[in-house]
């Protein structure tokens, strides 16, 4: 992936990444897992890897995406926007995995995905259970 999210997640937050997140019921739709300090990010229907990142440790502390790779067959991804797979991976450790309400990469993503789409009046919750498997109010 040519762009890469710039957060530095803390220690505390790596080690819930590492964890990953299993998909719980059919609304929901990313599996995470991590194998060494790679995180694989598979959509849980399909169980189709969608992204993998490569994390390392700053030296000031914590973690950081050094590496991404994203599917890029369209038969099994539809997106190939750059911005918006750098703000997907994002989102998804951070509104999945980390449980956080990430309200600014909500809103960020529905701009984006309304603007690349043509999906200009699409209801913010439809958008985001589409994507993330979440209510604008989870």
Not at 43 to 61: I, L, Q
């Amino acid at each position: 992936m040519p762009q890469l999210p710039e957060r530095i997640w803390s220690d505390e937050d790596w080690e819930r990444i590492q964890r990953g997140y299993a998909a719980r019921d059919m609304d929901e739709k990313w599996n995470v897992f991590a194998e060494g300090e790679v995180v694989f990010l598979h959509r849980s229907w399909t169980g189709r890897g969608v992204f993998e990142a490569t994390f390392a440790p700053v030296d000031e502390g914590g973690w950081r995406i050094a590496r991404a790779v994203v599917e890029r067959d369209p038969e099994r991804y539809r997106n190939s926007d750059d911005a918006y797979d750098c703000l997907m991976l994002e989102l998804v450790i951070s509104a999945i995995v980390l449980g956080e309400p990430a309200q600014e990469l909500r809103a960020k993503m529905v701009e984006l995905t309304r603007r690349e789409r043509g999906a200009a009046d699409a209801p913010a919750g439809v958008i985001q259970h589409s994507a993330l498997g979440l209510r604008s109010d989870s």
